[in-house]
């Protein structure tokens, strides 16, 4: 599974998700933890180690708090580095390190203003200066890390310190999405002068040991600005690059934690009363990607007939397990704007075949190219390939190793697949949408929809801005690229002595792996 | 044939050898229990994977319940990780293996018997540099070489077959060589050079016939790695491409809910290893009537 780490952690760079309004969003106070806790019966403990098996890791592990590559990575970073916002489980906006995210009204400039009296894991205030450094450090044109790209219009140079707790950020054009970006678990705060390699904490954890590709331990961090959290002593985080030794691992109680639960083991996970299946729906999604500028899917009608191919509940039913939504072909779920009376694409054979015909490409032949990237890539092929064989089409399914899936041909491949983490419309677009976007895996470059895209990010009043959005939406519903046919849930197992982990919409598992706010009752 | 020309002594030698050694080294080996329980183990796993294919309930891509669902839902056996009926891909996926394995045996069997008589016949540099080369290609582990060269171009059935067969060529040379050393200092093999038969007709008409027992253990042995590294290299994603059934994909495919249904595993397993089992009985036997068979030829 490390695979598919490098891609994934790219795209990151992209926020996920224009949560709340811009509006709203101004004056927002602080919110600390999140809401519910489905799995907290008793009140917290403090104490214990909490010992974590994720899946992958390398040799190339890293606690750089900027370029998280493997899932590992991103749980230590989480562990390691707060963030000037977070997403809750509802994949809302929460302040978190900034107690304040304002915009200008032309959304050029945004001002943040830090909470009083934060600390480093030294001891050291957490000041505007750490929180430029931060974002120096990020689009240093130099080396850029994960987040440059999505902070490319930042006018780096001219980050303003008006006092040790506001910082102003001007941007060269309206950046409506400024607040999702800053929430990204590789944006962490920094200090001044950081070194990757004896890192200083701004999270509820620091370093005590760190063991590339094997695991690593963390300690409390005695300077956490959350009252009371972290409840744990220490956490630690095992690398299992194979599932089978995971899940073995948790049924042996050598962990009390595991991410992505294969669908084969849910029900032996959920047999055993010492554990707990923690599942949450969520915005993730794991399209097929047509090539819109090459053949046969530079004709429309060809795009159109292969959404109308798939039966996606039984994409749902056979590649989940049932555990995940119907998609529609649009992303973004969870967005505020994302259109509901958009009417749901079903699967129709006769209508997929007079379009094929239309379009000169009755018995049709297309290899499709597949991997192990992901969870339910390779399964979505083999039921795509089978479905197609209704409609007269035959779908070649080519696995390759995931090395080579990301490899030199990765987004230039004619038909494909790929799968993203939820993220909200625009942000998503940014990532994948314009012909200048880092993963545009279909080779989207439709004038009508950038135009409109544009134009949503420059617009600071969250209705007219829904409205421009679904029209964007309604573009891709009609002649996209993508065949998006579900939302896979997340599907995580744990200890029953563990309390509060909380189904989060974000597909970052095990809570967005926020162990601060988990305890031990053992 | 009375006037006694060498040909013909040697060709009445060498007839009256094979008349003696073939019907024998079957015969003999069937005398074996060991033998025939190989045979028949081999026969039915071989009938299951030819015949399988026009018994099967399902097709093999048909979904027919949701994954991973217990023995008598969707079928006798469950459901494999994509909701397809167990028995249905177990019945179809077998075939494949079988080829493979034939074809990739055949291919090194037949390639590796050529450089060993050829070896043993020519001597000289052209015996060093043949077998040199294959004690540098036998430092190789085979699955690894397969992996190298199957990782670099890709999935690819030619590739497979080729890189197992390949990988039997060396370890083949050495022993029909060895067998064929004994051969070719016979008499008759001189009295053939000194009547001018081409060297050619020599190893194929005089050597060959004379180390075929040697060959048909070798082929036995062989075929049972072929099996054993064709399914391993399937369990690794670098056989057959999915949906395809496949014994060795569905190994891997369904190996996570081997628990909760464990007869997509286990099947596939169940008929690998009886398979490998059967061949490996078939050519032991072969190989004690061989040594029979060797003594026709000093006769």
């Given at each position: 599974?490390?695979?598919?780490?490098?891609?994934?952690?790219?795209?990151?760079?992209?926020?996920?998700?224009?949560?709340?309004?811009?509006?709203?969003?101004?004056?927002?106070?602080?919110?600390?933890?999140?809401?519910?806790?489905?799995?907290?019966?008793?009140?917290?403990?403090?104490?214990?180690?909490?010992?974590?098996?994720?899946?992958?890791?390398?040799?190339?592990?890293?606690?750089?708090?900027?370029?998280?590559?493997?899932?590992?990575?991103?749980?230590?970073?989480?562990?390691?580095?707060?963030?000037?916002?977070?997403?809750?489980?509802?994949?809302?906006?929460?302040?978190?390190?900034?107690?304040?995210?304002?915009?200008?009204?032309?959304?050029?400039?945004?001002?943040?203003?830090?909470?009083?009296?934060?600390?480093?894991?030294?001891?050291?205030?957490?000041?505007?200066?750490?929180?430029?450094?931060?974002?120096?450090?990020?689009?240093?044109?130099?080396?850029?890390m994960a987040g440059a790209t999505a902070l490319s219009g930042l006018e780096r140079d001219a980050m303003k310190a008006p006092d040790p707790q506001t910082i102003v950020f001007p941007f060269a054009t309206a950046f409506a999405t400024f607040p999702d970006i800053v929430t990204q678990y590789n944006a962490g705060i920094v200090p001044v002068g950081y070194d990757p390699k004896n890192p200083v904490s701004s999270g509820p954890f620091m370093t005590e040991s760190f063991t590339p590709g094997q695991q690593s331990t963390f300690v409390k961090n005695p300077h956490y600005w959350r009252a009371g959290q972290p409840y744990l002593d220490k956490v630690t985080i095992i690398d299992f690059p194979d599932d089978t030794a995971r899940v073995n691992a948790l049924l042996g109680g050598q962990v009390d934690a595991i991410d992505q639960l294969p669908l084969g083991q849910v029900n032996v996970v959920k047999a055993n009363p010492q554990l707990k299946v923690l599942e949450?729906?969520?915005?993730?999604?794991?399209?097929?990607?047509?090539?819109?500028?090459?053949?046969?899917?530079?004709?429309?009608?060809?795009?159109?007939?292969?959404?109308?191919?798939?039966?996606?509940?039984?994409?749902?039913?056979?590649?989940?397990?049932?555990?995940?939504?119907?998609?529609?072909?649009?992303?973004?779920?969870?967005?505020?704007?994302?259109?509901?009376?958009?009417?749901?694409?079903?699967?129709?054979?006769?209508?997929?075949?007079?379009?094929?015909?239309?379009?000169?490409?009755s018995n049709l032949s297309v290899d499709l190219v597949t991997s192990a990237a992901a969870a339910g890539l390779v399964e979505a092929a083999q039921v795509f390939a089978q479905q197609a064989k209704a409609a007269g089409v035959t779908i070649n399914v080519k696995k390759v190793d995931p090395g080579e899936f990301y490899g030199d041909q990765y987004l230039k491949w004619t038909f494909s697949q790929d799968f993203w983490f939820t993220r909200d419309y625009l942000p998503q677009t940014a990532a994948s949408g314009f012909s200048t976007s880092p993963y545009n895996e279909t080779h989207w470059d439709d004038k009508q929809w950038t135009d409109l895209v544009n134009q949503a990010n420059a617009t600071t009043d969250q209705a007219t801005r829904c409205g421009i959005i679904q029209k964007a939406e309604q573009i891709e519903f009609d002649r996209g690229g993508y065949i998006i046919w579900g939302f896979p849930n997340s599907v995580d197992a744990y200890s029953s002595?563990?309390?509060?982990?909380?189904?989060?919409?974000?597909?970052?598992?095990?809570?967005?792996?926020?162990f601060r706010n988990v305890w031990l009752n053992k | 044939m009375s006037n006694g020309t060498p040909t013909e002594a040697i060709t009445k030698t060498g007839a009256a050898a094979k008349v003696q050694r073939k019907p024998g080294l079957l015969r003999r080996s069937l005398k074996s229990r060991r033998t025939v329980i190989g045979l028949a183990l081999t026969i039915l796993v071989l009938a299951l994977a030819f015949l399988g294919p026009y018994m099967a309930p399902h097709s093999p891509t048909e979904f027919v319940a949701a994954p991973f669902s217990p023995a008598g839902t969707g079928g006798p056996f469950g459901t494999d990780n994509l909701g397809r009926d167990v028995l249905s891909r177990f019945l179809a996926g077998g075939q494949t293996l079988m080829i493979l394995a034939v074809v990739a045996t055949s291919l090194?069997?037949?390639?590796?018997?050529?450089?060993?008589?050829?070896?043993?016949?020519?001597?000289?540099?052209?015996?060093?540099?043949?077998?040199?080369?294959?004690?540098?290609?036998?430092?190789?582990?085979?699955?690894?070489?397969?992996?190298?060269?199957?990782?670099?171009?890709?999935?690819?059935?030619?590739?497979?077959?080729?890189?197992?067969?390949?990988?039997?060529?060396?370890?083949?040379?050495?022993?029909?060589?060895?067998?064929?050393?004994?051969?070719?200092?016979?008499?008759?093999?001189?009295?053939?050079?000194?009547?001018?038969?081409?060297?050619?007709?020599?190893?194929?008409?005089?050597?060959?016939?004379?180390?075929?027992?040697?060959?048909?253990?070798e082929f036995g042995l062989r075929l049972t790695y072929s099996i054993g590294l064709v399914a391993g290299l399937s369990f690794l994603g670098l056989g057959l491409q999915p949906p395809?059934?496949?014994?060795?994909?569905?190994?891997?495919?369904?190996?996570?809910?081997?628990?909760?249904?464990?007869?997509?595993?286990?099947?596939?397993?169940?008929?690998?290893?009886?398979?490998?089992?059967?061949?490996?009985?078939?050519?032991?036997?072969?190989a004690k009537a061989a040594i029979g068979s060797d003594q026709g030829v000093k006769e």
């Open positions: 599974m490390t695979v598919h780490r490098r891609p994934r952690s790219l795209r990151t760079l992209t926020a996920m998700a224009l949560a709340a309004s811009l509006m709203g969003l101004a004056g927002c106070s602080s919110a600390g933890t999140p809401a519910a806790d489905a799995g907290a019966a008793s009140s917290p403990r403090a104490g214990g180690t909490l010992r974590v098996g994720i899946v992958g890791g390398s040799a190339k592990d890293s606690l750089d708090a900027h370029s998280p590559v493997t899932h590992p990575d991103e749980a230590r970073a989480i562990q390691l580095y707060d963030t000037l916002a977070s997403y809750d489980v509802d994949h809302k906006i929460q302040m978190s390190l900034a107690d304040k995210i304002t915009p200008s009204a032309d959304a050029k400039t945004w001002t943040v203003h830090l909470r009083d009296g934060l600390k480093f894991s030294n001891g050291k205030p957490i000041t505007a200066d750490d929180v430029i450094f931060t974002f120096q450090r990020i689009t240093d044109p130099k080396n850029p949450s729906a969520t915005g993730s999604w794991l399209p097929f990607t047509m090539r819109v500028d090459q053949a046969p899917f530079n004709d429309p009608k060809v795009r159109e007939a292969f959404r109308l191919i798939v039966d996606r509940q039984q994409m749902v039913e056979q590649v989940l397990g049932g555990h995940g939504t119907v998609g529609n072909d649009m992303y973004a779920p969870f967005d505020a704007c994302f259109p509901q009376d958009v009417p749901q694409r079903n699967q129709d054979i006769a209508k997929a075949k007079e379009l094929l015909a239309e379009a000169g490409k002595t563990v309390s509060r982990f909380t189904p989060d919409k974000s597909g970052i598992p095990l809570t967005s792996f926020t | 090194g069997v037949g390639l590796g018997a050529l450089v060993g008589v050829l070896a043993a016949y020519r001597r000289g540099w052209l015996d060093e540099a043949l077998m040199r080369t294959g004690d540098v290609a036998l430092a190789f582990p085979q699955i690894v070489l397969a992996l190298l060269f199957l990782s670099i171009i890709g999935p690819q059935l030619w590739l497979l077959v080729l890189m197992v067969g390949l990988g039997h060529l060396p370890r083949v040379a050495r022993v029909v060589r060895g067998a064929a050393l004994s051969v070719v200092e016979r008499d008759f093999v001189k009295a053939a050079e000194s009547v001018g038969i081409p060297r050619w007709r020599i190893m194929v008409k005089e050597i060959v016939p004379n180390i075929s027992s040697t060959l048909a253990v395809t059934p496949d014994w060795g994909l569905m190994i891997n495919e369904n190996r996570i809910a081997l628990t909760i249904s464990p007869w997509s595993v286990a099947l596939p397993v169940i008929a690998i290893a009886l398979l490998t089992v059967g061949t490996n009985l078939v050519t032991d036997g072969l």
